[in-house]
Nanobody, 122 residues
Framework: QVQLVESGGGLVQAGDSLRLSCAAS????????TAWFRQAPGKEREFVAS????????NYAGVTKGRFTISRDNAKNTVYLQMNSLTPEDTAVYYC???????????????WGQGTQVTVFS
């Protein structure tokens, strides 16, 4: 069993940056792929980015590529999402998920955090 806890969300102005963290406890992330998803009000949850255990496989959704960077520190059992040049369209609850998959479908992930709110105002 893996417990995931997100942190780092907040209220920021358009153009600002935030770094989200996802800390794992219980069983470690190994050998899972860890992903970030987000859900905006009234919309379905969508894939943002993912990274494998070794950090040599990275995948980004088109709308975030170039602005967001996913990384991990296995010694700390933590995965990060650095978000730059934020826009109001990035406003959502951001979720961390882990699973034995490189897929982008949320159904393929076994473990989920509770989410952290990111709100971007213009």
């Amino acid at each position: 069993q893996v417990q995931l806890v997100e942190s780092g969300g907040g209220l920021v102005q358009a153009g600002d940056s935030l770094r989200l963290s996802c800390a794992a406890s219980g069983r470690t992330f190994s050998p899972y792929v860890t992903a970030w998803f987000r859900q905006a009000p009234g919309k379905e949850r969508e894939f943002v980015a993912s990274i494998n255990w070794g950090g040599n496989y990275l995948n980004y959704a088109g709308v975030t590529k170039g602005r967001f960077t996913i990384s991990r520190d296995n010694a700390k059992n933590t995965v990060y999402l650095q978000m730059n040049s934020l826009t109001p369209e990035d406003t959502a609850v951001y979720y961390c998920a882990a699973g034995p998959t490189t897929a982008t479908s949320e159904r393929r992930f076994d473990y989920w955090g509770q989410g952290t709110q990111v709100t971007v105002f213009s």
